[in-house]
Structure formats: C-alpha cells, structure tokens
C-alpha cells in the first residue's frame, strides 16, 4: 500500500457522511450493482429489437468473467492486503464487509470485464461511453463506501479490460466457441425476432 493509494483513498472516503442521499446513492451501487448488472443482461437478452446480434455481444462480455476472475485470483496470491476499514483509522465504513483479501476488487472486475466487452462490440456510438462510465461508477462506490482501495478497483480494472479483449479474441476466433455463440443467439427467440433474424439472413 503507497502513501498516494492511501492518499487517494482519504480523498473519495473522507466525503462520505456529508450527504445522505449520496451516500445512499454510492451504497446502493456498491452493494446492489450486480443485481443490476444481471436484471440489465437478462433484459437485454429476451426482449429487443435485432436479438440474436445482441446475444453474440452478450455472450462474450457474460464469458469475460471467467478470465477475469481466474486472474484476479492469481493476482490476489501475489499481493494481498485486507479491506481499509481493517487497516487504517477514520474510514468512513458505510457498508458492512468481512475482511479478507480485497486486492482486487472483485465488484470492479465483474463491471470491466462484462461491460468492456459491450463498449468494444456496441454499434450505438452515442451510448457505448455508458459501459466504462458505469464500471467506472461501481468502482469509486466501492472506495466510497470503505471497503476498497484504488489500488484494488485500478488493477481489477486493469484486468477487467484485459480479460474482455482476450475474450473478443477466443471467442471470434475458437471455432467451438463461435458455433456455441451463434447457437444461443437463436435459442428461444420470440416469434417477431425470428421473423427478423430470417429476413436478415435471406437479404
């Protein structure tokens, strides 16, 4: 742990217990984010227009979290620290949390991993900036709150992004796992994306 980690820290945790309604915001995403996440994934997955392109996005940023968590252990058995509340003085804790590793933050590698694959595969260039912001957002919550470092949220980050791009890459390029991607684009599909999913396929 650096003096600017802790330094950092200071800066985003201290402002908590200011305003309520912001610490109720920041304590919602911290705690709620990935019921969210999946509420947002099952959505998107059965209802809308153009479905079977949205599953072949969906598919990869759910398969993400595989790596990501994979490496995020490794890391973590190379450098551990436990949650700031365990460890340093006056941190606003506004959430209880067991202590154990933090190193990484394990909110900010489901978020970076699951929405750097939609931000690299979305075709809504007006909305796509949503995703990193939104990881971005779980991230600072979780320092927010007390229970990470930016160390914590920086490397699952880091390793988020790394995972979803290696992913893109498998998943485009592992014949297996392209044929399984194009499979469950298509399965149990409502009768008007049938239809569309068969114009687009004879145009």
């Given at each position: ?24 915001f ?7 984010s ?5 509420l ?44 700031p ?8 804790q506004l959430i ?26 979305s075709?809504?260039?007006g909305l ?7 990881a ?7 320092i ?10 920086a ?6 992004i790394?995972?979803a791009?290696?992913?893109l ?6 014949s297996?796992l392209?044929?399984?991607n ?5 399965l ?16």
């Amino acid at each position: 742990m650096t003096q600017i980690d802790t330094q950092l820290f200071y800066g985003i945790n201290q402002l908590a217990g200011r305003w309520p309604a912001v610490d109720f915001f920041f304590k919602a995403v911290a705690e709620g984010s990935p019921i969210l996440l999946l509420l947002f994934i099952g959505v998107r997955w059965f209802y809308g227009s153009s479905l079977p392109q949205v599953r072949q996005r969906l598919f990869p940023a759910v398969l993400a979290v595989l790596p990501a968590e994979g490496l995020g252990w490794l890391a973590g058995q190379f450098y551990a620290h436990p949650q700031p509340f365990a460890m340093l003085p006056d941190v606003q804790q506004l959430i209880a949390h067991k202590v154990d590793n933090a190193f990484p933050s394990d909110h900010s590698l489901l978020f970076f991993s699951v929405l750097t694959v939609l931000f690299l595969t979305s075709n809504r260039p007006g909305l796509r900036w949503g995703y990193p912001a939104a990881a971005v957002l779980v991230g600072i919550s979780r320092i927010w709150v007390g229970v990470h470092l930016p160390l914590d949220v920086a490397a699952a980050a880091l390793i988020g992004i790394a995972a979803a791009w290696l992913t893109l890459k498998l998943a485009t390029s592992v014949s297996v796992l392209r044929r399984l991607n194009e499979g469950l684009s298509r399965l149990f599909l409502p009768a008007a994306a049938k239809e569309a999913a068969g114009r687009s396929k004879v145009h």
